[in-house]
């Protein structure tokens, strides 16, 4: 059945002169020596082999009389590095071979999965030569799946991860995940909710940790775990996680030293600390720093301590996006060499638009990592389609000054992607959520790939190679995410989805508690006008960027239109350079993004004799729903806006039902 088990990894048979050649070319995996073989190889030559026969088609084809060897070289140095490969075919010679080369064995394995990617996307042996290798070392999963199956912020189900009968029972899924991961480059997970338990490092998670850690090996992915900071509290028995007590520092360099026993190639930790009720060094009045170098002293270099910079405080009334950057930016420098500082995209929180974080422009002196939120949890679950690739892309390539992008700036480090993962059969929630999954992957192997190219590749290998029904699915899958934007934030509001959920509108919400967590917050609008003014007669937030940009932004009419109201409040009636008013444009802006949705349907109706009917219909439904909720957000919105500025719709705008 088409459930979308299968991923991007389905390899569906070829047809045409793609199907012709490759029956004819009959190309098999040349045999590996005893002394060559390893776990690693083994999978790359099943994963060959499958599909291989898969692309091929049904039945045995007639035996070719010069079949096409596939030999895998793993111990040469194509030039090509760490985990790099390099595909040459060599079709023509009297012995026709097709040569994956690689420096070690995960490269081996990247090669053959690429091979097959090429394949699967109809191009012929003979046209794939290419030489690659991941960009940056640390390409990882972040799960926020809790230990008793919740998955915080998880839209597909309860979690992957069967920790009540690990040890014992290992699910065949936890080595279809393995693949799936390996075959677009991640290399390594983290495997439990940075809101951490700390009993998640106790003798007996352990065990069920090298359990899957093991599994995972020959697929070249590395265990991580979101460690709780007061552990040493928790499950220590110890009366303080201050990280300066000797007592404290001794507990975490033998729990460490206990893990590596069991894993000894257990990646490291990832810590959210003193962080939306999370427990940190500075209960103690000691620093992120301090906190961060002990726990990197215990793990030594046998691994990493990656520190969350996500942090906001409950007693600090700035600016919420100033935050991060004003607690860090000092402590630059002042990290040990072992220690990541991971931080969001953007300033707030994986809305459907923000600017770039202003601390890859502000810690030379430190090894960040971005992280992106591939569940989405801000733009309409796994019912509503958006493809992120082209959110991530500009990230990536926004400058933060100094001829430096955000790619460049994290490249020598890694890239986080929290997981959309779930028990439903198509892993995700919605198959079109798969492709946010392998664009991550791709861009961490590839920062300076398009989303373009990504969603191309994932259309061929998940639903279709034929251009007529190919081009319309990416063409759609390119707009999604600006549609999202278009009906829920437009023009740079953000953060006015419904406390607590994040799923529908609520630019109302005024009268919680914690300021920050009203969505007033955000949009400021009254009589008068709307945005938030982080200029130097505001937040002043703008200024935690290069002078550069910093100047361009500060200038409503030069920013980009995208981003005004994130840094500007402007009165309804500031003119566009659209020559509308700001409330004109603002409707106009909702109309756009219900109308992409309404062609996303019609774009999708159209295809029904490419798709098989289990996706197709599966995929129709929730357009349905995004095609009503994207007007949800549009009326609720605008109906709230009139509420407070009292002014009339724009001559022409239907009325809403
Ligand atoms: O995006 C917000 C989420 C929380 C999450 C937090 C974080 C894991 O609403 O659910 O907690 O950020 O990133 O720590």
Request: some cysteine; glycine content about 8%; charged content about 25%.
């Amino acid at each position: 059945a088409e459930d979308g088990y299968d991923l991007w990894l389905r390899f569906a048979p070829l047809d045409g002169v793609a199907a012709a050649k490759l029956k004819s070319q009959t190309p098999v995996v040349a045999p590996i020596s005893e002394g060559d073989r390893s776990s690693t190889l083994d999978v790359a030559v099943e994963e060959l082999e499958r599909g291989l026969t898969s692309l091929r088609g049904e039945g045995d084809p007639p035996p070719a009389q010069n079949p096409v060897q596939i030999i895998l070289d793993c111990g040469t140095e194509p030039g090509t590095g760490q985990s790099g490969f390099s595909l040459t075919p060599q079709l023509e010679a009297e012995r026709p071979t097709f040569r994956i080369a690689a420096q070690d064995h995960i490269g081996c394995l990247y090669g053959s999965y690429a091979l097959l990617r090429e394949l699967a996307a109809g191009r012929g042996l003979g046209e794939i030569s290419l030489i690659d290798a991941p960009a940056m070392p640390l390409r990882l999963l972040n799960h926020w799946d809790n230990p008793d199956g919740h998955v915080e912020r998880g839209y597909a189900g309860r979690s992957i991860f069967d920790w009540w009968n690990l040890p014992g029972r290992l699910d065949q899924r936890m080595i279809d995940y393995a693949r799936a991961n390996a075959s677009i480059g991640i290399n390594g997970a983290v495997v439990n909710n940075v809101n951490a338990r700390a009993f998640m490092l106790e003798p007996r998670y352990i065990a069920k940790l090298k359990r899957l850690a093991d599994a995972w090996r020959p697929y070249g992915i590395r265990i991580y775990v979101s460690a709780r900071f007061s552990a040493p509290r928790d499950i220590g028995g110890l009366d303080t996680a201050d990280p300066l007590d000797p007592a404290v520092r001794q507990w975490w360099q033998a729990k460490t030293d206990e893990i590596y026993a069991s894993i000894p190639d257990f990646g490291g930790f990832l810590v959210k600390a003193n962080s939306e009720g999370q427990p940190g060094p500075q209960d103690y009045g000691r620093s992120h720093a301090d906190g961060a170098n002990m726990m990197a002293e215990a793990v030594g270099d046998r691994g990493t301590v990656i520190w969350r910079a996500f942090v906001y405080s409950a007693e600090d009334d700035t600016d919420r996006a100033k935050q991060a950057y004003d607690e860090f930016k000092p402590l630059d420098g002042q990290f040990a060499d072992n220690v990541i500082v991971q931080v969001k995209n953007g300033p707030i929180d994986f809305q459907p638009r923000e600017p770039f974080h202003p601390m890859f422009g502000a810690m030379p002196k430190t090894r960040l990592m971005l992280e992106l939120q591939i569940t989405k949890e801000y733009l309409g679950f796994a019912s509503h389609l958006a493809f992120l690739g082209p959110m991530w892309e500009e990230v990536l390539t926004a400058d933060t000054g100094g001829e430096k992008s955000v790619a460049d700036v994290i490249v020598p480090v890694g890239m986080a992607g929290v997981a959309n993962t779930g028990s439903d059969r198509n892993w995700s929630g919605s198959v079109f959520d798969q492709a946010n999954w392998y664009a991550f992957g791709r861009l961490a192997w590839n920062p300076s790939m398009s989303s373009d190219a990504i969603a191309r590749e994932w259309t061929a290998q998940t639903f279709t190679r034929k251009p007529a029904a190919l081009e319309p699915i990416v063409r759609m899958m390119l707009e999604s995410r600006e549609a999202v934007v278009q009906y829920m934030t437009p023009l740079g509001l953000a953060h006015l989805m419904g406390t607590g959920h994040h799923y529908g509108p609520a630019p109302w919400v005024c009268d919680l508690a914690r300021p920050e967590w009203n969505p007033c917050y955000y949009h400021r609008a009254d009589r008068d006008g709307i945005g938030f003014d982080r200029t130097p007669s505001g937040s002043n937030a703008i200024s935690q960027y290069d002078p550069a940009i910093a100047a361009q932004w500060s200038d409503p009419a030069a920013i980009d239109p995208k981003l005004l109201l994130w840094f500007h409040r402007v009165d309804w009636d500031h003119r566009m350079a659209s020559g509308r008013t700001l409330w004109h444009e603002l409707v106009a802006e909702y109309d756009r993004g219900v109308a992409k949705v309404d062609g996303f349907a019609a774009t999708w109706s159209a295809l029904e004799s490419e798709i098989d009917p289990e996706r197709f219909r599966a995929i129709s439904e929730r357009l349905a729903i995004q095609q009503t909720e994207a007007r949800w957000w549009r009326d609720a919105s605008i109906a709230y806006w009139q509420s407070v500025n009292g002014l009339p719709l724009p001559e022409g705008t239907a009325k809403p039902p």
